[in-house]
């Protein structure tokens, strides 16, 4: 079955350290996001690809980093890490740019 | 700031009984709408999507559409403790929005025998 997977599931680093957690999708989906989620923030838009070397900016991407150089994967880098960006981070990808969004299975992150 | 607004919650049903959910948005642009189930410590998954105004049913579930008056809500019939989880409102746009979805806070939903 096609799945998406994300690594490391949780994470402790120091602010300042640099960062990267991976997404990998066998959907073959060209459409592939990262979002961050904190209480009473739902879940917000950090990076999105719609294509291999295709990147675009979110609603809160400063601090974060994105490449894409082929379909299956989107890590996110964090360049230096800052207690702010202690969240939950979850990769999805979507084969339609209106339908539905398959989500990884988060990668908890704590800065301390 | 385009933005979907949901009422937090916690909301809280008996078991069987019908669990109403509900959902803003301020993007008169929006044309597609989702709910997405999240239980605690998951990941999102999609259980409802609706593009038309009106009733959309799938089975214990009902999503409405009001584009006139900017809202979505998500109706579960017979709610079952099994239903108890947190449920996120998702609009999306199109034109310059391409492909991204805007979610609200989310509402918790707690079904009690």
């Known amino acids: 079955d096609a799945e998406i997977t994300q690594s490391p599931r949780h994470k402790i680093t120091e602010t300042g350290r640099q960062v990267t957690l991976a997404c990998h999708q066998t959907?073959?989906?060209?459409?592939m996001f990262w979002y961050r989620q904190d209480l009473g923030h739902g879940l917000r838009l950090i990076h999105y690809?719609?294509?291999?070397?295709?990147?675009n900016k979110g609603e809160v991407s400063d601090g974060y980093s994105v490449s894409r150089s082929n379909t299956e994967d989107l890590p996110l880098t964090l360049e230096s890490a800052a207690s702010s960006q202690t969240s939950v981070y979850f990769c999805?990808?979507?084969?339609?740019?209106?339908?539905?969004?398959?989500f990884g299975e988060g990668s908890r992150l704590t800065v301390l | 700031q385009k933005e979907v607004e949901q009422n937090s919650g916690p909301l809280s049903v008996p078991e069987g009984a019908i669990a109403s959910l509900n959902c803003t948005y301020s993007?008169?642009?929006?044309?597609?709408f989702f709910w997405y189930r999240q239980y605690s410590g998951k990941s999102p998954e999609l259980i409802m999507s609706i593009y038309s105004n009106g009733d959309k049913e799938d089975g214990r579930f009902t999503a409405q559409l009001n584009k006139a008056s900017q809202y979505v809500s998500l109706l579960i019939r017979d709610s079952q403790p099994s239903d108890s989880a947190t449920y996120l409102c998702?609009?999306?746009?199109?034109?310059?929005?391409?492909?991204?979805?805007?979610f609200g806070q989310g509402t918790i939903l707690t079904v009690h025998p």
């Open positions: 993007d008169r642009g929006s044309q597609s």
């Open positions: 959907w073959n989906h060209n459409n």
């Open positions: 998702a609009s999306y746009a199109g034109g310059t929005s391409y492909g991204k979805l805007t």
């Open positions: 690809s719609y294509g291999v070397h295709d990147t």
């Open positions: 999805a990808s979507a084969g339609l740019p209106d339908g539905e969004l398959f």
